[in-house]
């Protein structure tokens, strides 16, 4: 019997699904996820001031596992990523005007063309405590993609059949049906068009746009969160949606992004990597 949950965190929609033998409804396996994202969010953060991440942007040395755990994936992801990905765009962000959560973000600010710092420079990881200098870090993202991760391994241990979505960064794992391999799912196509990618899905698939999350800024120029750290601007819109596939989802995600911040190169990276990818420009696009 399929079971499924829906509720709202890290600002976005989440889905549980739990394809199991049991009819009961499994209570304790959905409150558990919801118990794990609400962590997740009280660790990691930005807008909550007593968050883990708060108070290293705030200059303290912080000694948590958790912390360093996401603070060396962070590091990871830069590096696989040839630099597209950058933990250190928060300042470009709230210049932007993404300084409070998204349903609160009206016409400010104004972009400034000024490169992330290298995060190999600033962030700084002993052990489980972590020091951050001279920059201010985001993890909102690859923080959401590893618990996705998390939350599937963790209900697999009971039920083998799990899907979870968070906000278009996805894993599973078994079958949809309990019988076959992988669970149905499909990436949505541009401008209302059928979807662009439907099939069976086992791993993780993220996708990752410049159509959703967008403002204007305090000049009436258009922006959005994608923030290419070469330039500390919102990314040229080569790409406005790619969507990568990994066993993980916290790697797609880093991939999904790089891939929209960094154009044709970025994909012939991502493919060089043996990283499976769909790429989409706007309909009206030239070649």
Known sequence: MLHEENFRAMDTEIDV?????????????FASVRVLFEQQEERFSRFRPQSLLSHLNGGEAVDDAWLAAASRMALEA?????????????????RAGY???????????????????????????????????????DLGGIVKG????????????????????????LRCAGAEDGLGTGWVA???????????????????LATSTTLKRRWRTAAGAS?????????????????????AWQLEAW????????????????AQDASAAGVRFLALKRPDARP
């Open 17 to 29: 699904l739990i394809q199991s033998r049991e009819t009961a409804r499994p209570i304790a396996l």
């Open 78 to 94: 830069h590096r696989f990523s040839g630099g597209l990905f950058n933990p250190l765009i928060l300042g470009s962000l709230e």
């Open 99 to 137: 300084s409070r959560t998204f349903a609160e973000v009206k016409s400010v600010g104004e972009p400034l063309p000024l490169p992330a710092p290298d995060p190999g420079d600033c962030l700084k990881i002993t052990g489980t405590v972590v020091r951050l200098r001279d920059a201010r870090m």
């Open 146 to 169: 590893w618990t996705v991760d998390l939350a599937v391994e963790m209900l697999s241990v009971p039920e083998p059949n799990v899907l979870v979505n968070a906000g278009g960064d």
């Open 186 to 204: 499909s990436i949505a196509a541009l401008a209302g068009r059928d979807d662009a990618w439907v099939g069976r899905l086992s791993g993780a």
């Open 223 to 243: 922006a959005h969160h994608l923030i290419d750290p070469r330039t500390g601007m919102p990314a040229e819109e080569h790409f406005v949606q790619a969507s």
């Open 251 to 266: 790697r797609a995600e880093v991939w999904a992004k790089a891939i929209v911040i960094g154009g044709d190169e970025a």
